[in-house]
């Protein structure tokens, strides 16, 4: 059920992306149709949200039952409706919430609010507009409006414009906080929310400040990265692009606080929102230094190890490399702005993160590899590098496996293949959910769906033997 337009990107851009999804081995093996239907589907689909809002428990403060139960009251009070709370079969610290819509009862109105195209996807996921994100409003816009709240998703509003007639994509009604004046006629930059949402197209819970140290939102499947990397208490573990801190405080969750987690990021800011993410949810064993991790590893052997980077050789029992990347797989996103060169220009970035982290591990360690993108080159191709490059590394199966295996295209072997984990959002059926559809499903169709109908994203497991 499509109601945004596809998912756009600069003719080059797409070039290359159809080159990964109609790339002559996965042609061969499926034929010319069944490529073509999924390469469409995935322009479709990654224009829209998940099905899922996903919750991490903070297991370390609070049992998963507790807070599923504080979540169904916050849920109650935010809309008053009551919808079923799921844990993940698989994840046991996941909670899944479904998200009713798209709603079709809207009525659009002549007051309108157009926000950017990045404020505009949060609205989708269930947040509420902040005065940042506003780009134009109707004139003598007061507070108290309702208006209709519109996403410029090609970015050709011009700031303060009193009408646009460009394309624009509507996102639902909600009551305007602020006047038109205080947006775009104040001395400094306004803060704050600007539109509360009351008719969101994607009826979604709002979680800002909501049980802050209780729960985190992640997509699904960086919350499986962590349980395949598999931290045990005790060990030292790397995060080596870790930012804003989602997977970092996973990691330190499931070895119960115990051990050390050193996470890096290379933006000051960034890693001050790592810092204040593991203070929310009291985690002791992180240890967050500012880097660029290319530069992690130490170019001597010092007699007395320092606490911070760079770090000396075979460090480390468990690494993740939750790499840069073109983030293609985000969800959901109608238009990509990035251009092929910069589209192109991860790989190598990738690479040399990827050869720090091989020589920071320990003999029998092990290192995880993900990124939220589609591509060839930043996964399977990364793969194939990686395996021909380190004839000490060993691809491994992984625990849980909830996405699909890798796909074909980089000279990778079917058993290969099948121990890759892809969440291809071409695979996910929109199907949209309201409040008596969502009573028709069962438990384990709606757990099939969440695991497909996700963000795309990429996980590879290796272990070094020697």
């Known amino acids: 059920m499509s109601v945004f337009p596809k998912f756009s990107l600069r003719p080059e851009v797409e070039e290359y992306l159809q080159a990964t999804f109609k790339n002559d081995e996965l042609v061969s093996a499926v034929g010319p149709l069944e490529v073509e239907r999924k390469y469409e589907h995935l322009l479709n689909n990654l224009s829209h949200p998940p099905a899922f809002t996903t919750v991490r428990v903070n297991t370390h403060l609070a ?7 504080l979540l169904s009251e916050e849920i109650c ?14 994840l046991s610290d996941v909670l899944l919430i479904p998200i009713i819509g798209p709603r079709k009862d809207l009525q659009e109105l002549t007051n309108q609010v157009i926000v950017g195209a990045q404020c505009g996807n949060a609205v989708l996921r269930g947040a509420h507009v902040y005065v940042p994100g506003i780009i134009s409003t109707s004139n003598f816009m007061k507070a108290g409006d309702v208006v209709s709240v519109y996403s410029d998703i090609e970015g050709k509003c011009k700031r303060g414009a009193k009408e646009f007639l460009g394309t624009k994509v509507f996102l639902g009604n909600g009551i305007s906080e602020v006047r038109r004046n205080d947006i775009f006629n104040s001395n400094g930059p306004l803060k704050g929310l600007g539109v509360k949402m009351i008719e969101p197209i994607y009826l979604s819970p709002s979680f800002d400040n909501v049980l802050s140290s209780y729960i985190f939102l992640q997509n699904l499947p960086s919350s499986v990265v962590s349980y395949v990397l598999n931290p045990q208490p ?21 070895m119960r606080d115990e051990g050390e987690v050193i996470a890096m990021d290379k933006t000051a800011d960034k890693v001050k929102k790592i810092r204040q993410n593991a203070a929310l949810l009291k985690l002791n064993c992180i240890k967050v230094f500012c880097c660029d991790s290319t530069k992690a590893l130490a170019s001597d052997q010092r007699e007395f190890e320092q606490e911070g980077p760079p770090f000396l050789r075979e460090s480390f029992d468990r690494i993740l490399l939750d790499a840069p990347c073109s983030g293609m797989g985000q969800r959901p996103n109608m238009a990509y702005s990035w251009s092929l060169k910069e589209v192109a220009s991860y790989q190598p970035l990738q690479r040399k993160l990827f050869r720090v982290a091989v020589q920071l591990l320990k003999p029998g360690g092990i290192l995880v590899y993900s990124t939220c993108t589609i591509t060839l080159s930043e996964n399977e191709e990364q793969v194939a590098w990686a395996l021909q490059t380190f004839p000490c590394l060993q691809l491994q199966s992984q625990e849980p496996h909830v996405g699909g295996e890798g796909m074909m295209g980089a000279g990778l072997s079917p058993e290969q293949l099948k121990q890759l984990q892809r969440f291809d959002p071409s695979d996910a059926v929109l199907q949209g959910m309201d409040f ?31």
Do not use: W
């Open 63 to 69: 049992s998963v039952e507790h807070v599923r139960s």
């Open 436 to 466: 008596n559809s969502l009573q028709g499903f069962r438990y384990e169709d709606l757990i099939k769906l969440a695991n497909k109908d996700c963000i795309g994203f990429f996980i590879a497991k290796f272990i070094k033997v020697q």
């Open 77 to 90: 009070k935010y809309k008053g409706f009551s919808i079923p709370i799921l844990q993940h079969p698989e």
């Open 234 to 254: 005790g060990e030292r573990i790397l995060d080596m692009c870790a930012a804003p801190g989602g997977k970092t405080t996973h990691l330190a969750t499931l």
